[in-house]
């Protein structure tokens, strides 16, 4: 595919306003409650800040937590810029859904690699590990020559960063190298995942049949970790369970290819999206109920605030919150739909030309 001229700003699309929005909701209500424009560690690390302990002790949900809490406004300013400089180019060229998907394996990662390369305790919060593995990701289009950047934006971005960090002892490098090695990483093996797709797969899939995918990709691996899935895994250990979870992550994927390539396939898709997002709120919120009793309370000050409401009727609040969870989904797809309707058999045959005239990336 021929390369994309890039300016060296980009106005931001859908996945970067939806991050950014969330992490300043979050990060604001720790400043709020704690009164001003910075928040302690004590109430970081209740919130999900990462510690030297936290993967011993299997607390894996501060993995995606600490991306989204700040120590202060000037914190969480710099990381918002990154986001909204970078973010733009990124999602413009590889789209929402691996957008998010490079987004948040250089947020789990960089959280790995630093907690690896950390030998004393420590106490670490910022979307930087994740804004660093967008400008991973960028250099690694750049190298592979599908985005045409002057040398000097990666030269002024990452010397900006460098200058920054040390000028500030308290940078977690490790955060931040290893969010950008796993931003270029991530990146390059999508480039090869749709390098190998035309041979395996008909139709392009509509961005937001891959958003919602990559969603419930998210989903399920929460479950996997949960006490739920702990019987599943004491029968099939090891790697035995992830060859199990990517055979059917694989034949999920397939079977939604082959729905696309039907006649009025796309609106079948979306309204299984739609029955299946309800499903898995509804199942989610079973699992949440028995944080309700015997261990309630969690420890995690968020999710005890909410169980608080929840517990009373965990069964009332799932089901209304499923039914608004698939109407979002039919009102977010609605183009999708109307397309679908009106389909009599082009959608799949553009679809399917529309994977056959993408290479990589």
């Known amino acids: 595919m021929p390369s994309t ?6 106005v931001p699309h859908a996945a970067v306003y939806a991050l950014m929005t969330v992490t300043v909701l979050v990060s604001g209500f720790c400043f709020i409650q704690a009164g001003g424009p910075a928040a302690p560690a004590e109430m970081l690390y209740r919130y999900g800040g990462m510690y030297s302990a936290a993967i011993a002790r299997h607390e ?42 490079i987004y948040l394996c250089a947020m789990v990662f960089g959280a790995i690699i630093g907690n690896g390369i950390h030998s004393t305790p420590y106490l670490t919060v910022g979307a930087s590990g994740a804004t660093s593995g967008i400008l991973g990701a960028l250099l690694c289009l750049w190298i592979l020559g599908k985005l045409e950047f002057g040398f000097d934006f ?18 977690d490098w490790g955060v931040h190298l290893g969010g950008f090695a796993a931003g270029l990483i991530a990146c390059a093996v999508l480039d090869l995942i749709e390098k190998t797709n035309p041979y395996v797969l008909r139709c392009k899939f509509p961005e937001a049949v891959k958003v919602n995918l990559t969603l419930l990709a998210c989903v399920a691996a929460w479950w996997a970790w949960s006490s739920q899935a702990q019987l599943v895994a004491a029968a099939i250990s090891g790697w035995g369970l992830a060859i199990v979870a990517l055979v059917a992550a694989c034949a999920v994927v397939k079977t939604v290819d082959l729905a696309l390539s ?13 029955a299946t997002n309800a499903a898995a709120v509804m199942l989610s919120g079973w699992a949440l109920g ?8 969690t420890g995690s000050a968020p ?5 608080v409401i ?10 209304l919150s499923a039914i608004g969870v698939a109407a979002l989904t039919l009102c977010l797809c609605a183009k999708e739909i109307s397309r679908g309707i009106e389909d009599v058999g082009f959608v799949g045959t553009s679809l399917r030309a529309e994977r056959n005239r993408r290479h990589g990336l």
Do not use: Q
């Not at 039907?262 to 739609?274: E, N, P, R, Y």
């Open 290 to 297: 028995s944080c309700c009793t015997p261990r309630w309370p």
């Open 310 to 319: 929840f517990c009373p009727n965990p069964v009332l609040i799932s089901g």
């Open 5 to 10: 001229r890039a300016s060296f700003f980009e």
């Open 60 to 101: 894996y949900w501060r993995l995606l937590a600490y991306g989204f809490l700040h120590a202060d406004f000037v914190h969480l300013t710099m990381n918002m810029l990154c986001l909204v400089l970078w973010g733009g180019h990124l999602e413009r060229r590889v789209g929402p859904a691996y957008f998010l998907i």
């Open 303 to 307: 999710l005890d605030n909410f169980l």
């Open 262 to 274: 039907m006649k009025k396939g796309l609106v079948i898709v979306v309204t299984m999206m739609a």
């Open 154 to 171: 990666f030269a002024i971005n990452i010397g900006l960063n460098i200058a920054f960090a040390l000028g500030n002892s308290r940078i």
